[in-house]
């Protein structure tokens, strides 16, 4: 029998330190980033969990991504112990919770040697025809087709590239990556385009998509409803 007695993410609430552990798999961990903010500059680490029950997010930042970056492998799952529950930052909000996890000076990290009954990945995709009731500035997770890619252009000190993405609704939605999104990217038409934890952004009076560090973006995943889209578009 598990000695320790696991909490659910789905029951965590707002509190200044969680005193029962949760267990949940990494599902993706974004690289150490720099920020600036009202003068001041650091750098952060944003870290994916789930569970059986819901995914959260944790922030960390400054000397925290140094310490946890190097140990915190993606797909590997692990009991957290000792963390403070928020409402989640909307400069960094990537899922759908409220709520984000933050790591305090006491907070342990073990890996679990439990025979683990968590799901590897969670996908729940936003068709596309839906990004335009999207609240600005919310996490959106979709899959689309991508029929242009433009050049790389530089807008008020940052780079952005716009690539424009359409599903089986027909419903062309703007994705603009920035910065290192942009200038990395290696996608081409015709290929899938997974987004996970792109933010919807108003622009224009239209709702367009934004992916930079904290976006999860992958081009023709080996998954079920990339085949699917790419079935569709191969053979309308």
Same mark, same amino acid.
Request: negative net charge; hydrophobic residues 40%.
């Given at each position: 029998?598990?000695?320790?007695e696991i909490s659910p993410i789905s029951t965590?609430?707002?509190?200044?330190?969680?005193? %029962?552990?949760? &267990? *949940? &798999?990494?599902? =993706?961990?974004?690289?150490?980033?720099? =920020?600036?903010?009202?003068?001041?500059?650091?750098? %952060?680490?944003?870290?994916?969990?789930?569970?059986?029950?819901?995914?959260?997010? #944790?922030?960390? @930042?400054?000397?925290?991504?140094?310490?946890? @970056?190097?140990?915190?492998?993606?797909?590997?799952?692990? +009991?957290? @112990?000792?963390?403070? #529950?928020?409402?989640?930052?909307?400069?960094?909000?990537?899922?759908?919770?409220?709520?984000?996890?933050?790591?305090?000076?006491?907070?342990?990290?073990?890996? %679990?040697?439990?025979?683990?009954?968590?799901?590897?990945?969670?996908?729940?995709?936003?068709?596309?025809?839906?990004?335009?009731?999207?609240?600005?500035?919310?996490?959106?997770?979709?899959?689309?087709?991508?029929?242009?890619? &433009?050049?790389?252009?530089?807008?008020?000190?940052?780079?952005?590239?716009?690539?424009?993405?359409?599903?089986?609704?027909?419903?062309? #939605?703007?994705? +603009?990556?920035?910065?290192? *999104?942009?200038?990395?990217?290696?996608?081409?038409?015709?290929?899938?385009?997974?987004?996970?934890?792109a933010r919807a952004q108003s622009n224009n009076?239209?709702?367009?998509?934004? *992916?930079? =560090?904290?976006? +999860? #973006?992958?081009? +023709?995943?080996?998954?079920?409803?990339?085949?699917?889209?790419?079935?569709?578009?191969e053979n309308q």
């Amino acid at each position: 029998m598990d000695p320790i007695e696991i909490s659910p993410i789905s029951t965590l609430n707002l509190t200044t330190c969680h005193s %029962s552990p949760i &267990r *949940a &798999r990494v599902t =993706w961990k974004t690289e150490i980033t720099e =920020w600036t903010r009202c003068g001041k500059k650091g750098t %952060s680490l944003l870290i994916n969990l789930l569970d059986g029950s819901g995914e959260i997010t #944790v922030a960390l @930042f400054n000397y925290q991504c140094d310490t946890f @970056f190097p140990i915190i492998e993606e797909g590997s799952v692990y +009991n957290f @112990f000792n963390f403070a #529950v928020r409402e989640a930052d909307t400069d960094l909000k990537i899922l759908p919770n409220p709520l984000q996890i933050y790591f305090l000076d006491s907070t342990v990290l073990q890996q %679990s040697t439990q025979n683990i009954q968590i799901p590897i990945i969670r996908n729940t995709f936003l068709p596309l025809s839906e990004v335009s009731k999207i609240p600005d500035r919310e996490p959106v997770d979709t899959i689309g087709i991508c029929t242009e890619v &433009r050049d790389v252009d530089e807008r008020g000190g940052y780079y952005i590239r716009e690539i424009l993405l359409v599903d089986e609704e027909l419903q062309p #939605v703007m994705l +603009n990556l920035w910065e290192k *999104a942009a200038r990395l990217f290696q996608g081409e038409v015709d290929d899938v385009i997974l987004l996970k934890g792109a933010r919807a952004q108003s622009n224009n009076n239209e709702i367009k998509l934004n *992916a930079s =560090w904290y976006t +999860n #973006v992958q081009i +023709n995943p080996d998954i079920p409803e990339a085949i699917s889209l790419r079935d569709w578009y191969e053979n309308q």
